[in-house]
């Protein structure tokens, strides 16, 4: 069985800096394509990041240069580190697979909560 | 960029009925568009992809049709488990979601 375990967030002050770790099992992490989908009460569903299995990199607009994604095959784990966090961050982070290598999102972790707040 | 637009926001039906919901793109998407079912508390969960192929385990009372800009997913003998919120994908052009469909049971 495929899973996906998000842990890392928490409570953080604006500016602040956060570790999002996501340990996939049940099926060959390193041949997929890793995102972090973040859902927040403002803009509902927005992709973050992704990093390919040829450790390939994007990112959002919207996040580019304050988060770096990165991922350690041999731990079967993506890492999201965030910094620079500000209020319109706060939200739901989902780490998630893509079956297709072109952003068709099967499979999704239960989702770990950033709070950015003073 | 490429903006998705779901209708109704808000689908009130009872337990045997269908559910028809839209999801229209600024632009065309060819056939790259998937849908997502959401319940409380939960993860998306991917229903169909490329407008109309059931993902694995997904019931036969799901379907999706459409291409271009013009998308529609049918839920047909609806289950009290269906409710949730319900949004649209597309990775024609970059990547977006809809602002989702809430479908109350």
């Known amino acids: 069985e495929v899973q996906l375990v998000e842990s890392g967030g928490g409570l953080v002050y604006p500016g602040g800096s956060l570790r999002l770790s996501c340990v996939g099992t049940?099926?060959?992490?390193?041949?997929?394509?890793m995102n972090w989908i973040r859902q927040t009460p403002g803009k509902g569903l927005e992709w973050v990041s992704m990093i390919n299995s040829g450790n390939y990199i994007y990112y959002a607009d919207s996040v580019k240069g304050r988060f770096t994604i990165s991922r350690d095959n041999a731990k079967n784990s993506v890492y999201l580190q965030m910094s620079s966090l500000r209020d319109e961050d706060t939200g739901v982070y989902y780490c998630?697979?893509?079956?297709?290598?072109?952003?068709?999102?099967?499979?999704w972790g239960q989702g770990t909560l950033v709070t950015v707040s003073s | 960029e490429n903006v998705l637009t779901q209708s109704p926001a808000t689908l009130s039906l009872f337990p045997g009925e269908s559910a028809t919901l839209s999801c229209r793109a600024s632009?065309?998407?060819?056939?790259?568009l998937a849908w997502y079912q959401q319940k409380p508390g939960r993860a998306p969960r991917l229903l169909i992809y490329d407008a109309s192929y059931r993902a694995t385990g997904i019931p036969a009372r799901f379907s999706g049709s459409g291409s271009g800009t013009d998308f529609t997913l049918t839920i047909t003998s609806l289950e009290p488990e269906d409710s949730g919120v319900y949004y649209c994908q597309q990775r024609s052009d970059s990547l977006a979601f809809g602002g989702g469909t809430k479908v109350e049971i």
């Open positions: 632009q065309s998407v060819r056939s790259y």
């Open positions: 998630v697979r893509d079956s297709s290598g072109y952003n068709l999102f099967d499979q």
């Open positions: 049940g099926f060959t992490f390193s041949s997929f394509n």
